[in-house]
């Protein structure tokens, strides 16, 4: 069964940098683009970025609100996706989900359980 | 702000058959893909844009497209269908991805 686990979050204070994980299991991750979407508490699904699969040369695409700031990066070695972020604002408080991107399709099929950051001083 | 617009809420007798609308300019162009959020959880898929069901999805779950506004329609809402559905596509540029603001759904 296809899974996804994210770690990674926690406090932080704003401008200091977190690296979020997310550790595939149970299809070949190397086959798949995938994804990250955000959601503030209470508010909701924010869309942050994704990268391609390294068939389609791995590319990524990154929201206004992120790019510059954050980065995708995968190691199909090991099922990992991760997601770099720096500058960090208080707006970036979210959970912070890892999904699989259906292949010819922009659906996400898969989704993580999420995982927490919280920007503040 | 979104590029697709949702209503915030809407509700459903049960057994009744509800639609839950998503519009944008770029559905012109591209179809939506639909997720249901319950409270505390994930969310999940319920409707590729290529308009199929994953397993486990009930069949009373469709969805359509007409010009700028994509639709998700329950027929004989249960229970367990209450929750926030997002609907998800292209933006305007067609390059990146963007969601709805999501519709929360009460069954009476």
């Known amino acids: 069964e296809p899974q996804l686990v994210e770690s990674g979050g926690g406090w932080i204070q704003p401008g200091r940098s977190l690296r979020l994980s997310c550790t595939a299991s149970g299809f070949s991750f190397g086959d798949y683009a995938m994804s990250w979407v955000r959601q503030a508490p209470g508010k909701g699904l924010e869309w942050v970025g994704f990268?391609?699969?390294?068939?389609?040369?791995?590319?990524?695409e990154y929201a206004a609100s992120v790019k510059g700031r954050f980065i995708i990066s995968r190691d199909d070695s090991k099922s990992i996706a991760s997601l770099q972020m720096s500058s960090l604002k208080a707006e970036d408080t979210a959970v912070y989900y890892c999904?699989?991107?259906?292949?010819?399709?922009?659906?996400?099929?898969?989704w993580g359980q999420g995982t927490m950051v919280t920007v503040s001083s | 702000s979104s590029e697709l617009t949702q209503d915030p809420a809407a509700s459903v007798a049960l057994g009744q058959t509800v639609r839950i609308t998503c519009q944008g300019d770029s559905l012109t162009n591209y179809y939506a893909s639909w997720y249901q959020q319950k409270p505390g959880q994930a969310p999940m898929l319920v409707i590729s844009d290529k308009n199929s069901r994953p397993s486990g999805i009930p069949d009373r779950f469709s969805a359509s497209s007409s010009g700028d506004t994509a639709s998700l329609t329950i027929s004989g809402a249960q229970a367990e269908d209450e929750g926030d559905y997002y609907c998800k596509s292209r933006d305007s540029d067609g390059k990146l991805l963007v969601f709805g603001g999501g519709t929360k759904l009460t069954v009476l």
């Open positions: 990268i391609r699969s390294k068939v389609f040369d791995g590319t990524s």
């Open positions: 999904v699989r991107v259906t292949p010819g399709s922009d659906a996400f099929d898969i």
